[in-house]
């Protein structure tokens, strides 16, 4: 049991780390927060949380294994590497993919509803 109690003291630890040290993973905490923020407004349905919910983890969970990839990079090759270059290019490249499908999927949920609402205020 202490064991388990310990793996998830470093786990948070490694949020912690990411909270404290990326800017990136920072910012997809507050984008995150907006659109939970967001679906309570606009009181979205059961499957919408749910994709929400994905897109928001996917973004989440990607960009921490860049940034564990990235740091474990800069350790085997603390100087200039092409090859450490592209790991690291192709890592950022799943982020922005990630990136782009939580936006598109806020786009297909959200915005009906914000022209709706929008409409009604008019």
């Given at each position: 049991?202490?064991?388990?109690?310990?793996?998830?003291?470093?786990?948070?630890?490694?949020?912690?780390?990411?909270?404290?040290?990326?800017?990136?993973?920072?910012?997809?905490?507050?984008?995150?927060?907006?659109?939970?923020?967001?679906?309570?407004?606009?009181?979205?349905?059961?499957?919408?949380?749910?994709?929400?919910?994905?897109?928001?983890?996917?973004?989440?969970?990607?960009?921490?294994?860049?940034?564990?990839?990235?740091t474990?990079t800069?350790?085997?090759?603390?100087?200039?590497?092409?090859?450490?270059?592209?790991?690291?290019?192709?890592?950022?490249?799943?982020?922005?993919?990630?990136?782009?499908?939580?936006?598109?999927?806020?786009?297909?949920?959200?915005?009906p509803?914000?022209?709706?609402?929008?409409?009604?205020?008019?």
């Amino acid at each position: 049991m202490k064991r388990l109690i310990r793996s998830f003291g470093f786990a948070f630890k490694g949020l912690r780390y990411a909270a404290a040290t990326q800017p990136n993973f920072r910012i997809h905490l507050v984008l995150a927060f907006i659109a939970v923020m967001l679906g309570f407004a606009l009181h979205i349905a059961f499957a919408e949380w749910q994709w929400i919910m994905l897109a928001i983890a996917l973004v989440l969970v990607i960009e921490l294994l860049n940034t564990g990839i990235e740091t474990l990079t800069d350790l085997v090759s603390p100087d200039y590497n092409e090859m450490a270059g592209r790991v690291k290019d192709v890592c950022a490249g799943a982020v922005v993919i990630a990136a782009l499908f939580a936006f598109i999927t806020g786009i297909v949920i959200f915005l009906p509803k914000l022209i709706l609402l929008v409409r009604h205020a008019a």
